[in-house]
């Protein structure tokens, strides 16, 4: 699908079709999480705590607070405590304490979690079929990023009606 880059107001046809692809995303999301889970799953990883290693991999000069992890990762604090506690008792992640707030900690890849990743991507290499993807998955992620850009900024620029709008059916005075 080709976005047009003119200042031309956007046809129904193009948020149709960038509708169905968000339905597509959803779809390929969910076989991608479960493709994930089939590989890390002999390592004893659910799949939202194989990317929080692969987050904390991706950070190593920063470290990550829980919430951003939770936000990231798609999933509640709580569960996302629970997770970096089994992670924590592997010792493949490491917690630190914001020097500024106590209550505030941050989560960085041990030299363990490091090792355990490089027991774990091969797999991917050899379960996925790289060779076969019609695009380079570098540029259809900067292609992505760049979508969430652009809508995200629309979002924080004008109120989104979702937000007062409900979806039950009127009840009869």
């Known amino acids: 699908m080709e976005f047009m880059a003119s200042s031309e107001p956007a046809m129904p046809q193009d948020a149709v079709e960038l509708i169905g692809m968000a339905i597509e995303m959803a779809s390929c999301e969910k076989t991608m999480r479960a493709a994930i889970a089939q590989v890390v799953a002999p ?4 799949e939202n705590a194989f990317f929080i290693l692969i987050l904390c991999h991706q950070n190593l000069r920063k470290t990550l607070s829980q919430s951003s992890l939770a936000k990231m990762v798609g999933i509640s604090p709580a569960q996302l405590s629970h997770l970096v506690e089994q992670l924590r008792q592997e010792d493949w992640i490491h917690p630190q304490r914001d020097p500024h707030d106590r209550r505030r900690q941050f989560w960085t890849l041990t030299d363990n979690g490091k090792q355990r990743l490089e027991e774990i991507l091969p797999q991917f290499h050899d379960a996925w079929q790289f060779d076969q993807l ?18 995200g900024a629309s979002l924080n620029s004008r109120p989104v009606a979702s937000r007062s709008v409900s979806l039950s059916k009127p009840h009869a005075a």
Request: proline share 9%; charged share 20%.
């Open 134 to 151: 019609p695009v380079d998955p570098r540029t259809l992620v900067a292609g992505l990023r760049k979508l969430v850009s652009i809508l």
């Open 43 to 46: 390592f004893n990883l659910s």
